[in-house]
Each structure stands twice: as C-alpha cells, then as structure tokens.
C-alpha cells in the first residue's frame, strides 16, 4: 500500500480521523495507547509497506550487501538491517522476516519503492527476485495479549511460517552495540510486533479494538525507537541514533559503508546524536518535524544545535520528542524549541553520549621526539 492509502476496513469505524499515512486516531488517542501499551489494541500500520525477496540465494545476498548479518536467519526470525551508502550513511532501513523460501522486509511506505528499486539493481547473477506486495497490509501490537491472539488467526503464511516481525529493540542483538549508557534502558518494555495479513482476511477482524498511528508514535519515542521515515536525513550514520544495537553487525564480513562504521566506532566519534526531549508548556503545543533546536535563551538563529525529528503526547510523559543534536551540545544543557512564536522549554535525556564511539583500545605509540636518546657507542 502506498503511504497515504488507507485499509478501508479500520478508516470506516467509529471516531477514525484520517492522516496523510493512514488513521491518526479513533476518537481518543491517550486511551488507545494506553489500550496499546498493555497490548490491548492493534494499530494499522498504512505507513508500513512489505517487500518479498525470494530465491534461493536471498540470504546470503542480502547478507553481502547490508549491515546485517543474515544468512543463517532461521526460519521465523526476526532482524533488521540498513543499506548504507559509500560513505556509511543510512538510505534504507527494514524489519526483517524469513519463512524458508522467502525474505519478508517491513519498511516506512515512502522507502518501499526506493528500496525495492536499489534491490533490484544490485541483483547482478543472485538468484533472487523483488516485489512490493501490494495485496499484503501490516497489523501492528504489543505481544502477549488478546489483540495479539485475534490477529495472528488471520496472518499470513504463504510458506507455512506466520509473518510476524517481532522488533529486536528490547536487547542488543548479537554482533551489535549500544551506546547507552542508561541504567533501565526503555527499549527494554518496547515489546512491539508487526503481522503481514492479507488484505482480503481484515474482514475477519471486525472485533478488534484499533488504535492510531498517534499512539504507535508515542510508545516508539519513549522507547528512543529510531525510525527511517523520521529521525533519518540525508547525513544521518547508524550511530548517531544508537542503531548499532540492532541493526548492524560489527563482525560480519564486507558491506557498503562498512569503513565509516567501523572508523567512526573505534577510533571516532558521530558528528551528532540522538536525544529525547521532555517538553514544558501547553500539552496542545508540539513542535513539527523539522522545528530548529536552541540553547536555552538564544536569541540568535545561529544558534541552532538540532533538529526535531519526532514529537508525541505520551499517555504518561506527556508531550516528548526526539531530536538530533550537535555532538558538542552539553547533556544537561537546557534546550528551547520555538512553535508559532512560543518558546518551549525542553530537558534532555541523553540517548546516545557525546563520548560515544572510539571503542577500540589501540595502543599509542610514543612519538619519537620523546623517545629518549639512546647512549653514543663507546670509543
């Protein structure tokens, strides 16, 4: 589906209010994340799209050409990988999935053709085919509840293996790295799972309580959940948004824009990293994507030291946001978003540090201007 495209089935209930991306919300979006967060709603994802890449050499070709190491994915398991550039910046990002035969790949609907169309081009002699599946919706919940039960009923299968993408947010995945250093990392709650369904099966699931894509937002940002079609631009490196944790595998064997990874993790640092904001003020006022960063007090547009790239209201946090910053920005600095001539006042909660990367212990050698002399040779 297209992102702007709706699943006629969850537009046509009670309440629903319609976005560019789908439904942003039934009526009454903090009580359908809270439903949510307790695994008691599903969420349309009609911003999601879903990509199949089949043939036999699917795995290890997509190994070979992305951040991720998948070719020994086992049937039924979930990842998730990064196309980077020459120059080890994000293009592309997706959820990963295999059934046996196929490659599943949940991605942001505005990156489905792009990516679809790069995967194609580097095809080469690999036995592989790509195609967005357009016939195909995703379903979005948090496990282990009754919303999860009724939805897997009516997931699809084509290869006998239910499409179930559950995200790997809540730990580090093997061969990845985190740079935060929080205690009680909240990415740790972040149980999220995302269901391929076929379109002609969401008849079945009349019952189900939705909620919007307004909730689904909230939750990702308070777990610092990164995401392509928000916190990425056209500088954005994997580490800025401590996306080594997992989507990159640091021990795999060559890829493109694998140089940068590693400089930047073991002798560098990102030019910039992502933090979450606490917002002061009215709870109606949250700033856009894209609204310019201040230090607290600034008056000078130059004074610019981010970005926002996400903002919700949390059912519990109230309004938050994630932004980008300058890597120079001071963690307990007091940062000001300004929203239709209205200062905001916002508190940072450091996600990835400004000491991040530089993780190899490389021995210094002594600069031969300090070397001490050595004694003449006897006469």
Not at 164 to 181: C, E, F, K, N
Not at 283 to 310: C, H, K, T, W
């Amino acid at each position: 589906m297209a992102a702007g495209d709706v699943s006629p089935l969850f537009a046509d209930r009670a309440g629903a209010v319609l976005g560019d991306e789908g439904v942003l919300h039934f009526g009454d979006p903090v009580r359908e994340q809270r439903r949510l967060a307790v695994g008691g709603a599903v969420v349309p994802r009609d911003d999601r799209a879903v990509i199949e890449v089949a043939g036999p050499d699917r795995l290890t070709w997509l190994d070979s050409i992305t951040s991720q190491a998948v070719s020994t994915l086992a049937a039924g398991e979930s990842t998730e990988l990064l196309v980077l550039d020459p120059q080890g910046r994000v293009e592309h990002a997706a959820g990963v999935v295999d059934d046996g035969a196929s490659t599943w790949l949940l991605v942001d609907a505005g990156d489905a053709a792009g990516l679809a169309k790069w995967l194609t081009m580097m095809r080469f002699r690999s036995r592989v085919e790509v195609a967005v599946r357009d016939d195909l919706a995703v379903l979005a919940f948090f496990q282990g509840a009754e919303a999860q039960e009724r939805v897997i009923a009516a997931v699809a299968g084509p290869n006998g293996v239910p499409l179930v993408w559950i995200d790997p947010w809540r730990q580090v995945t093997a061969g990845g790295w985190q740079y935060s250093a929080a205690p009680d990392h909240p990415g740790a709650d972040y149980a999220w799972a995302e269901a391929v369904v076929e379109r002609a099966a969401l008849g079945g699931l009349d019952d189900v309580e939705p909620a919007g894509l307004l909730a689904a937002e909230a939750l990702r940002i308070a777990a610092w959940r990164p995401r392509w079609s928000r916190e990425v631009d056209e500088r954005a490196i994997p580490h800025e948004y401590d996306w080594l944790r997992t989507a990159v595998h640091l021990n795999k064997g060559c890829y493109r824009g694998q140089e940068t990874v590693a400089k930047v993790h073991n002798l560098g640092h990102p030019p910039r990293r992502l933090a979450m904001l606490h917002l002061d003020g009215s709870d109606s006022v949250l700033p856009e994507p894209g609204s310019a960063v201040r230090m607290s007090g600034a008056d000078d547009a130059s004074a610019e030291v981010g970005r926002i790239s996400s903002s919700a209201l949390h059912h519990e946090l109230g309004p938050i946001a994630l932004a980008v910053l300058a890597r120079r920005v001071p963690g307990d600095a007091a940062l000001e978003i300004e929203v239709d001539g209205t200062r905001i006042a916002a508190a940072q909660e450091v996600i990835v540090p400004a000491d991040a990367g530089a993780t190899a212990e490389v021995p210094r050698l002594t600069r031969l201007s300090r070397r001490p002399l050595a004694e003449p040779p006897a006469r």
